[in-house]
């Protein structure tokens, strides 16, 4: 059961991964050290053949590089932060709730 746990932790790294490049971020220019396309990679596998997952493989990115992972992104958050600058994030504002919103809001809150 821990086994299925941590593999469905690492899935949604992944897709993050994937999105990001999908959406114009390049995130080799921003951290070459990271293996980016491995990270993918274990994502689709995870996805598609978790039954054939190496649990050696899994447990070594759970324990030497997930920190490491951790420290780049939020690295590149921040950069991209200050780039984009405050003007930019404010002009990001969502939209007034509707009703069906906070419906769905409500209903999200109760399966959180």
């Given at each position: 059961?821990?086994?299925?746990a941590?593999?469905?932790r690492l899935v949604p790294i992944g897709?993050?991964?994937?999105?990001?490049?999908?959406?114009?971020?390049?995130?080799a220019a921003l951290a070459p050290a990271i293996a980016w396309r491995s990270i993918a990679?274990?994502?689709d596998r995870l996805v598609h053949k978790y039954w054939d997952a190496d649990p050696a493989?899994?447990?070594g990115v759970v324990a030497n590089e997930l920190e490491k992972l951790q420290?780049?992104?939020k690295s590149i958050l921040h950069?991209?932060?200050?780039?984009s600058g405050a003007r930019a994030i404010a002009s990001r504002q969502a939209p007034a709730p509707t009703?069906?919103?906070r419906q769905g809001n409500a209903c999200s809150a109760r399966w959180s």
């Open positions: 059961m821990a086994r299925e941590v593999l469905a897709q993050a991964v994937k999105d990001a490049q999908d959406e114009g971020l390049d995130l990679g274990m994502r493989i899994v447990w420290r780049v992104v950069k991209e932060r200050r780039r009703d069906a919103s």
